[in-house]
């Protein structure tokens, strides 16, 4: 999965890096965002849109930024690849009733965003209402080019997909220096995107959710770090 | 002054009642509120519960039915113990009317719930039980005939967020109960007018502050404290005290109880280990620490009150004034970092006060022989350390303001009245006690979108209420501030196999302690370490509990030395540099340590008491700045990352540093020693005060330990909670959500009052930015910059510290980094690492490109 193109990471850049999947081309960008460039597809999971109000309505106060931050950086990215579609597979409000508490100002925002170009929704678990209140296209899956973008991937050794849901994150052992960031997870045939949205957490790819997808064949991750994303050894994973 | 059953009583114990007993009783008379300073041995705690005992036995007194009298708070559980014990014994054979119950996190829920109903007379408890038995709506009724409150240990209390707390809930205290009178007890410090006016409301101007009479005990004799010294010269560096081993034993032979100090649990544990390695004679020797299972630390102190031990290898937990056994002799492993803290441990042994406290200090390295040597001399002139005075956190104040809330609605009026007469929030502004409201109830955000969702409603007559009784309960389940890095407990199981895939069954077992979160995490299964004084071998993690079975191994794998929790104070630093200076005084130190100066004062320099001695250095391809503060570990790591990122951006491409209580190092690719003579490096420009400026507002924006500070933070004021009924949250999920909380506000919300308190923190705790910027500005024109051509002997011990000691978490990218080159070459070639040259060179040339 993992092209480890050694003039590009000698060029000291590791804002993005090459990955493939079933032989297509994809960028992975630091913000956790996968751009297609043949397609001119750029895809986010897991916005979960509104977490920070969904706590604050339960009595926990989480900052009420959360959307705006998120939104901030998937403009930024947005920007840096001016892609003509925007595929956002799941979760992208936290609960369902997220559409009605989010601000005039982020609605705004995000209309500014989907103009000019196709949006899409893929629905999760918590947004099947997205639509009707922010606007684009709401599918439950969508397949391009034979590769199949959904929310939560098969739980099968299967190929050909791209989803979100699981939230990868990798807890790697350094030189003494323990780790743990979010991460792409696959093995060159499907992939697993990390959690784009502001808030959210991530679950370590050596959990048993992950299991099921990819066999004994293992997973290969692309580490979030603060500066870069980074490739590391399987042999290097640690369980929480 | 004292009545006739008291009287006897003391004859009957061969006893006369001291001076400064009877000087409380005289103040308690008058109801003036008071202080008491005394060494241990003096009685102490009996002087402060001869009042309550004299007024509970009073025969005019009705005590039929009559409420809770008086309440002794002490910082820790196993001291709120031990007084009862202690105090039993007057009680019963004067046949003293007077019911006396303990109330701690351990003691069962129906008699906690008991005591509120019907109270003792006399309630000896915690800091935090106050808080929570204050949060309860029957808390006027329970205090409202409230005589007395003893604090005992204050001067280890207050000084502190508990201690922040405590003032708070003693202020509801007055309120609910005005006539109350506070006693304090605290051992000998440097500046005991701050704990009297902490006993007292400060109710008058903002100059005029009002203070509890202060009483002291007598002195008692001067400890007699010499520093081990040896044939074998003491090691560069490192803090096992490995070497001196040998002549601990004797000396524990030698006597009838020991106790041997240390700074840090695994010191504890590894003292342990060797003392029981030397043990020819099995003799009885204890360990105690706050790790270890609570059933195991009381085994230990009741064999210790029984003279059933010859020794106990034990950290802070065994501090305070716990009065067991009769201990002729305390040793010292490893430096004290404070002259009060010395003092206090000596005052440990040999608990009659006539009779001198014996005392012997052994360092670990050769800078700890100047540290004890100072700390002896500071000792022997009666000088104290200084707490530093405090202004009240805010974050506690959050706590606080929710727990008064669940007792009853409130005026916000009337509350800020009775918080500013807390020494601590005395010149609270009234926007700043607003603005903790506004956060308690809504989060306190800049955007107003949460009003919908506020916690704290207003009543028709202007007060606050809760919105809703949960929060209440969730107040309980959270409150308290003792925030320490989250514990995972720790089991002993054995090694059972189960199934075709052979794991181990991870279940059962006995609990042996707790340990640092931080510290599992970096555990595989198969590691050992050492714990409970003994080597295990780590299991596996399961149900946030660590499993670990024995290991047959005699060594551990893991050296998990903790560095020292408390940096070396001001004082002593300030002494510490006074006697490197003065050549005259070196002939008072073990002779290798005379010569390792003279070494230094040959080879490099010694810097005056003023100067700031700055060394540049090649060794091995690489070149060393190293610098001597003498500004303890915290605030030298602190500089040292500043420092990296200055030199960074002056083309020196640092590579790393390392850094301890007396100085740190750096090192890099380029001749520092050149650049500086060639002047494209200005030293002086380079330790400038603006360091504390955009560089550390940059840094903060990724920094793990500015992290770690908000995550307390955060925790304290409520904003996440530790526990959630049904769902026991783990240390992991809080520390993830507080890093993306603090990105987010410090981005959207920088004035947020959470991020002011954890500022506040920083300044003083693991950043330690106060100490530091007095050091810039100490530094300015008073530098002294020796290049050398070798190294230093003076920078031996802390070059030995490389590779010993990981720096904090901040490396993160530039190990992945270095990680994916790796894989590359690997592909690339075949599958030989890199060779150190290739791995400089690419770093130069990354170096490079970044700017």
């Known amino acids: ?213 990819f066999g004994t064949g293992g997973v290969s991750v692309l580490l979030l770090g603060q500066e870069g994303l980074y490739p590391v050894a399987s042999r290097l994973l640690r369980e929480d | 002054m004292l009545p006739a059953p008291f009287v006897r009583w003391f004859a009957a114990r061969g006893w006369s009642p001291r001076a400064h007993q009877l000087a409380l009783l005289d103040c308690a008379a008058a109801r003036q509120p008071a202080l008491l300073i005394a060494p241990t041995g003096a009685g102490k705690t009996l002087a402060g519960f001869l009042p309550s005992l004299v007024a509970l036995s009073d025969p005019a007194r009705s005590v039929e039915g009559a409420g809770l009298h008086t309440l002794y708070i002490s910082p820790l559980k196993a001291l709120a113990i031990d007084i009862a014990r202690n105090l039993s014994a007057p009680i019963s054979e004067m046949g003293l009317p007077v019911a006396c119950e303990t109330r701690t996190g351990d003691t069962p829920v129906s008699k906690r719930q008991r005591q509120r109903t019907r109270p003792p007379h006399m309630l000896l408890t915690t800091p935090e039980q106050i808080a929570l038995m204050l949060s309860h709506r029957d808390a006027g009724h329970l205090f409202r005939d409230l005589d007395t409150v003893i604090l005992d240990e204050l001067h280890a209390l207050a000084p502190s967020k508990r201690g922040d707390l405590l003032s708070l809930d003693l202020a509801r205290l007055r309120t609910l109960a005005p006539r109350l009178m506070s006693i304090g007890l605290s051992a000998t410090v440097g500046r005991p007018t701050e704990l009297c006016a902490y006993l007292v409301p400060q109710l008058g101007p903002d100059e005029r502050v009002d203070l509890a009479e202060l009483v002291l005990a007598g002195g008692g004799a001067k400890p007699k404290i010499s520093i081990l010294e040896l044939e074998e010269p003491v090691p560069w560096a490192g803090h096992s005290a490995r070497y001196a081993i040998g002549e601990i034993y004797r000396a524990i032979e030698r006597h009838r109880l020991t106790l041997v100090f240390v700074n840090t649990r695994m010191q504890a544990e590894l003292i342990f280990q060797e003392l029981w390695r030397a043990n020819e004679e099995g003799l009885p020797i204890a360990l105690h620490h706050g790790s270890l299972d609570v059933a195991q630390r009381r085994k230990v102190e009741a064999a210790m009150a029984a003279g059933r031990l010859r020794a106990v290898v034990a950290t802070s937990t065994l501090d305070l004034g716990i009065d067991w056994g009769d201990v002729d002799l305390v040793i010292h492993v490893g430096a004290p970092k404070g002259a009060s803290r010395l003092i206090q441990r000596i005052g440990r042994a040999n608990h009659r006060l006539d009779e001198p406290s014996e005392a012997l200090l052994v360092p670990a390295n050769r800078f700890e022989v100047l540290e004890c040597r100072a700390a002896l001399e500071a000792a022997e002139a009666g000088e104290q350390d200084v707490l530093l005075s405090r202004s009240g956190a805010l974050d506690v104040l959050a706590q606080h303001v929710l727990g008064m809330a669940c007792q009853a609605p409130f005026r916000p009026d009337e509350l800020f009245a009775e918080v500013r007469s807390a020494l601590a929030y005395s010149s609270l502004a009234r926007r700043d006690f607003d603005r903790v409201v506004d956060f308690v109830s809504t989060g306190g955000y800049a955007l107003k979108t949460y009003e919908r969702f506020a916690r704290l409603k207003a009543c028709e007559d202007g007060r606050l209420r809760l919105a809703h009784p949960s929060i209440a309960r969730q107040y309980r389940l959270n409150a308290g501030t003792i925030i320490d890095s989250p514990m995972i407990k720790v089991r002993l199981t054995r090694a059972r196999r189960a199934g075709p895939a052979a794991t181990l069954l991870l279940s059962g077992g006995r609990l042996l302690g707790e340990v640092d979160e931080s510290f599992i995490e970096q555990l595989t299964p198969g590691d050992t370490f050492v714990f409970a004084g003994e080597i295990l071998r780590f299991a596996g993690l399961k149900d946030t509990e660590a499993f670990v079975t024995r290991s047959p191994d005699r060594y551990a794998m893991i050296p998990s030395y903790e560095g020292g929790k408390f940096p070396l104070s001001t004082h002593l630093a300030a002494r510490v540099r006074a006697l490197l200076a003065d050549q005259s005084a070196w002939r008072h130190l073990p002779g290798p340590v005379a010569e390792w100066l003279s070494l230094q004062a040959e080879r490099s320099a010694i810097p005056t008491a003023d100067e700031v001695l700055i060394e540049t250095f090649p060794r091995a391809g690489r070149h060393f700045l190293v610098v001597y503060p003498f500004e303890g570990r915290l605030a030298h790591q602190t500089l040292g990352m500043l420092l990296t990122r200055r030199l960074e951006r002056r083309g020196a491409h640092p590579l790393g540093f390392v850094a301890n209580d007396y100085g740190l190092s750096l090192w890099g690719l380029a001749d520092l020693s050149e650049l500086v003579a060639s002047g494209k490096l200005d030293l002086a420009r380079l330790f400038e005060e603006d360091m504390l400026g955009d560089d550390l507002d940059a840094w903060l924006a990724g920094s793990t330990m500015m992290k770690r500070t908000f995550r307390a933070a955060a925790v304290i004021a409520g904003l996440i909670e530790r526990r959630h009924p049904g769902r026991e949250k783990s240390g992991r999920q809080i520390t993830m959500s507080t890093d993306l909380i603090y990105d987010v506000l410090r981005r959207h919300d920088p004035g947020h009052i959470l991020l002011q308190a954890a500022w506040a923190d920083a300044a003083t705790g693991l950043l330690d930015l106060t100490r530091l910027g007095r050091f810039l500005s100490r530094l300015k024109g008073r530098i002294r910059h020796q290049a050398l051509c070798h190294v230093s002997p003076l920078s031996v011990p802390i070059l030995l510290e490389i590779g010993r000691e990981p720096v904090a978490g901040e490396a993160g990218d530039r190990l992945l980094e270095a990680h994916a080159l790796d894989l590359v070459a690997e592909a690339l070639e075949g599958s030989e690492p890199q060779s150190e040259g290739k791995r400089n060179a690419r770093a130069q040339a990354r170096a490079t490109r970044r700017r």
Not at chain 1, 55 to 68: E, I, Q, S
Not at chain 1, 157 to 162: G, N, Q, R
Not at chain 1, 192 to 213: K, Q, S
Request: with cysteine.
């Open chain 1, 1 to 213: 999965m993992l092209e480890l193109k050694p003039e590009r990471l000698d060029a000291g850049d590791f804002n993005e890096q090459a990955l493939s999947v079933c032989g297509k081309s994809f960028i992975a960008d630091i913000s956790g965002a996968l751009y297609w460039p043949a397609e001119s597809v750029l895809m986010v999971a897991d916005l979960h849109l509104e977490k920070g109000s969904s706590f604050a309505a339960r009595g926990v106060m989480l900052p009420p930024y959360d959307t705006r931050e998120t939104l901030t950086r998937l403009a930024a990215v947005i920007d840096r690849f001016g892609p003509d579609t925007v595929v956002c597979l799941g979760d992208s409000l936290h609960d369902s009733n997220g559409a009605s508490r989010m601000s005039e100002e982020d609605r705004e925002t995000l209309s500014i965003l989907q103009a000019d170009r196709e949006w899409i929704w893929i629905t999760g678990n918590h947004d099947r209402d997205v639509g009707a209140a922010l606007g684009g296209h709401v599918v439950s899956e969508l397949t391009v080019e034979g590769l199949t973008l959904r929310h939560e991937p098969r739980a099968a050794p299967i190929t050909h997909e791209i989803a979100g849901h699981l939230h990868p994150a990798a807890k790697v052992s350094l030189h003494g220096h323990t780790l743990r960031r979010p991460c792409f997870a696959g093995n060159g045939r499907r992939l697993v995107l990390p959690a784009f949205g502001a808030f959210t957490g991530g679950l370590n790819v050596l959990d048993a959710a992950f299991m099921p997808l």
